[in-house]
């Protein structure tokens, strides 16, 4: 009698075995950006105060316990609400909400934060990283075109104790005109409406990070928005094929 196999053990085992690699992998990855961020030199702190205010070089692990808790919990709702979304709303009719790499903006924003700075999420959906900026000490303040996202938000901004604050409307400037390399003056975005700037009463320019997560297209409109209407010198991330892209001025980090 052939012996059985049992295909879903083994489908199974195979996920684990995957599964503990890309855990692995990511140990890895996070042990060599904590061996390379830089350590006090010896008598440095000679008699010092210690500071209070966060050390930019420092990631994930520097930040408080319970502030850490309350950004994991932040995530965790935020993909509840995304998959939620996408199953009462996406699946029936499109619609341009997708919910971003949580963790990669986080990362990405931690190195940024310093007091006093103000933070704007351009199509802040449901509230998470304008909420997540809030927490890390920003100003922060989001634009959504959907009302009803900006009402989710904004529960979701009450439940958590932020005081991030959005707002219904374009995050395209009152007056802009994009116009590509060859003369295409499409507007290059998907969703119009009022500018939601009218309503928190602050232009593009006043604020010192800004964040996009651009759709196939919208990459290079978003550019060249920062770039005639930001401040100089502000920080511009854009999600972008997976990671996130640093701009200032227009230009790209290294």
């Known amino acids: 009698m052939a012996k059985r196999q049992n295909y879903g053990f083994q489908k199974r085992q195979k996920e ?24 006090p030199a010896e008598g440095d702190a000679g008699g010092e105060e210690e500071s209070d205010q966060p050390d930019p070089r420092q990631g994930l692990s520097a930040l408080d316990p319970a502030l850490r808790m309350r950004l994991h919990t932040l995530c965790e709702e935020g993909w509840e609400l995304w998959a939620r979304f996408d199953t009462e709303v996406r699946q029936r009719d499109f619609h341009p909400f997708v919910a971003a790499d949580y963790q990669a903006v986080l990362e990405a924003l931690i190195p940024l934060r310093t007091p006093g700075l103000r933070f704007l999420e351009w199509g802040s959906a449901t509230g998470v990283i304008t909420i997540m900026a809030d927490l890390l000490g920003f100003e922060a303040y989001g634009i959504e075109i959907d009302p009803a996202l900006v009402d989710q938000a904004r529960e979701l901004a009450r439940r958590t104790d932020s005081r991030a604050t959005f707002t219904a409307g374009s995050f395209i400037p009152t007056g802009y005109h994009w116009r590509d390399g060859g003369g295409d003056d499409r507007l290059g975005t998907i969703g119009s409406g009022d500018s939601g700037y009218l309503q928190l009463g602050m232009p593009l320019e006043e604020f010192d990070v800004v964040f996009g997560y651009p759709w196939a297209g919208e990459e290079p409109i978003m550019v060249d928005l920062m770039k005639a209407y930001g401040r100089p010198g502000a920080r511009f991330l854009l999600h972008s094929a997976g990671a996130i892209k640093v701009y200032t001025g227009g230009r790209e980090a290294a």
């Open 16 to 39: 684990t075995e995957k599964q503990k690699k890309k855990d692995e992998k990511a140990e890895k990855k996070r042990a060599r950006r904590e061996a390379a961020e830089p350590t």
